[in-house]
Structure formats: structure tokens, C-alpha cells
């Protein structure tokens, strides 16, 4: 028996993507899980997006609102914007009515994963913000907590992420997940697999 995990995510300069293809090498670690990684469709025009220097989109395939009914569980990524999640995301999100009406997530276990520009740019607010979207749908919020152990604790480095998920800073947009918020991601794709695994056997009974 085969569980889904589907890593859905927007990133507009590579960060949650770097972050979304680690967490899916976590996910994929564990015995019977198949995880993949989307992204969700971009809002922009491309000579905004040239404006603003964004590189290329990925070759990630891009996910339509009916297929997160597949999964058997969700991460999503997304960078921050003023502490919530970035415009593109929620769009996406807005356009799952029809899953809503339905209750199709419901019981789902879901978590996140985001991208900030500072320390003080949303690490907490934009995950804590966000969990309303699974609040309506019904879904379960699978925090990281301190699960990634000692390294949540070192204050000699600078790193993103909270109990709430892994993360990253991005500065002033050079600067890319470190080796030790790759090593978060990695973690929260293999916990969360696990949980995943777990629940669905457990709805199975």
C-alpha cells in the first residue's frame, strides 16, 4: 500500500524550491511512500516577473485544485509576504471551493514550509496565518515541534525554520538555504512521511 505525499509549492527566486526537493528526498526515504513535488500556477506576467528578476520556472509539473484530493498528504511551501503567504499561494488555495463544498481534504495531514527575507520577516506568523486554510478544509496540521532535535536550539548560526515547519532566510535574495535548514526540510519530509503513513492505516481499519 502505497502513500502519497504531494509537496505543493510557490517559489518565485528558487528558495522554497531548494527547500521543497530536500523535504521531498525526506519523504521519499521512507519505506512505502511515493512523494512528488508540484508547483502551483504563477499569477504574474512574465515581463513582471523579468522585472523583477525572477529566473525561470522549474521543470516541477503544475497542480490543479482537484488533483491534492490524490494524496494521502500535503506539504505546502510558499515564500512570505508582510508575514502571510505570498499572494500566488493563497490564489491557489482560493480556487479549492469546489474540494471545500466536498469536505475532500478532510482528515488529510498537512504541513508547511516557507521562505523569509529577514529574521524577522515571518518564520512564525506566515506557517501560524496559513493553518486556516486547513482549518476549512478540515485537515491535519502535522507541526515539526522540536522533533529536529538539538540543532533547533543552536544560536551560533543563523538559520530559518520553527516548530512549525522548515524554513529559510533569503536576505536580500543571494542567500540560499544552508546546509542545516536542508538538513530541517530533509527531517520534516521523513517525519511528516512517517505520520502520514501511519494515518492513513489507520483510516483504513
Known amino acids: 500500500m502505497v502513500t502519497k505525499i504531494y509537496i505543493v509549492y510557490y517559489s518565485m527566486y528558487g528558495h ?4 521543497a526537493e530536500e523535504i521531498q528526498k525526506g519523504a521519499s526515504s521512507v519505506e512505502g511512500v511515493e512523494a512528488k513535488v508540484w508547483q ?10 523579468a522585472k523583477m528578476g525572477a529566473p525561470p520556472k522549474s521543470n516541477a509539473p503544475i497542480i ?3 488533483e491534492l484530493a490524490e ?3 500535503l506539504l505546502f511551501g510558499f515564500p512570505t509576504r508582510f508575514g502571510m503567504m505570498a499572494a500566488q499561494f493563497k490564489a491557489f488555495l482560493d480556487a479549492t471551493g469546489g474540494l471545500w463544498r466536498a469536505q475532500q481534504l478532510a482528515s488529510k495531514p498537512a504541513g508547511m514550509f516557507y521562505s523569509t527575507g529577514t529574521q524577522g ?8 496565518t496559513a493553518i486556516t486554510q486547513l482549518v476549512h478544509h478540515g485537515m491535519i496540521f502535522v507541526p515539526i515541534g522540536y522533533t529536529f532535535g538539538a540543532k533547533m536550539f543552536d544560536m551560533g548560526i543563523v538559520k530559518g525554520g520553527s516548530p512549525y515547519g522548515a524554513g529559510t532566510f533569503a536576505g536580500d535574495g543571494s542567500r540560499f538555504p544552508s546546509e542545516v535548514e536542508l538538513e530541517q526540510a530533509f527531517h520534516q519530509g521523513k517525519y511528516f512521511a512517517g505520520i502520514a503513513k501511519k494515518l492513513k492505516g489507520v483510516l483504513l481499519i
Open 16 to 19: 522554497v524550491e531548494k527547500l
Open 121 to 128: 520577516g515571518g518564520q512564525e506568523t506566515t506557517p501560524l
Open 71 to 73: 494524496a494521502d498528504g
Open 64 to 66: 490543479t485544485p482537484k
Open 40 to 49: 502551483v500556477p504563477e499569477t504574474l506576467p512574465e515581463e513582471a516577473l
